[in-house]
């Protein structure tokens, strides 16, 4: 059996489990709590737990830095514009893998390692995690597309401790 | 007491409770079952139960429409190319709220609430989450800046019921 299918079989076996026990029933599409998070797609940030969500609280949107990526901001503003979420918190964290390279490098690798030109894209590496928190904080307060009462807060999530601790 | 301090307020109550009980010491960075998981933002959706992912197991990509993104892919090729990662799970889902809109209505929208333009910004609304997912799933596949043995499957989850179910 591949590794390919003992992940899916896990995971099919561990939502057979869930569904068995499902009993949420017909939750609505507006997140209650109206709010999101923006966080990394680390395997280590366990949102549900970190920021204590239930089914139905909130929108959480991931990506590789917990960036307020284009995408980030897109998926955003469809979250206030639909779905009524009123501020967003978005969370770094220590050790972050986007610490660890740069585009050149990363633009070798690929091209080592599959001959791929990968020149024209900017993987948005950064040296500075709390940096990169209140660059984002500070795009969701400059976009055009979110109106002025919509607010946003920064935090690191600390993945040795569990603990957020706040930035902006 | 405004809705944001509310909000913020609980996040911190439920992390201080995490933090307290904590006990995953150092875990590694690169996700100790080497795959990744791109689904919505959508608040109904909680990975972590509906996978069954602990901490540090997997990575977790989320945006508005749980889709191949050009940031996803980004992301994606990140897990891969230095964390190791072998495969991908794309998963929509039932109520999607990407199904409730046009960009020509949000466009709209935006320009009637905020007198904002918006309309270089496509906010990639879909029609059939079932198409969307067989989309994504062969985006990943076909992108150059990932191996040919890098595989994705795709799945739609039931709001309603906490299933997954097989699409491609």
Chains 1, 2 share one sequence.
Do not use: W
């Amino acid at each position: 059996m591949t590794v390919t299918s003992d992940v899916v079989g896990e995971v099919l076996q561990a939502n057979g489990d869930y569904a068995a026990g499902f009993n949420k029933g017909a939750l609505p599409m507006p997140p209650a709590r109206r709010f999101a998070v923006v966080t990394c797609m680390d395997a280590r940030i366990v949102p549900s737990k970190v920021f204590g969500l239930e089914e139905g609280d909130a929108h959480v949107i991931r990506n590789a830095g917990g960036l307020a990526s284009d995408d980030a901001l897109r998926s955003l503003v469809i979250s206030h514009t639909l779905l009524g979420t009123q501020e967003a918190i978005v969370v770094g964290h220590t050790d972050c893998g986007m610490l660890t390279f740069t585009n050149d490098a990363i633009h070798a690798k690929l091209h080592d390692d599959l001959g791929a030109d990968a020149s024209d894209t900017d993987f948005l590496p950064f040296t500075d995690v709390e940096a990169a928190v209140r660059e984002s904080v500070a795009k969701i307060a400059q976009t055009p597309l979110l109106p002025d009462t919509y607010t946003a807060r920064g935090y690191v999530y600390e993945v040795e401790s569990g603990r957020l601790r706040e930035v902006v």
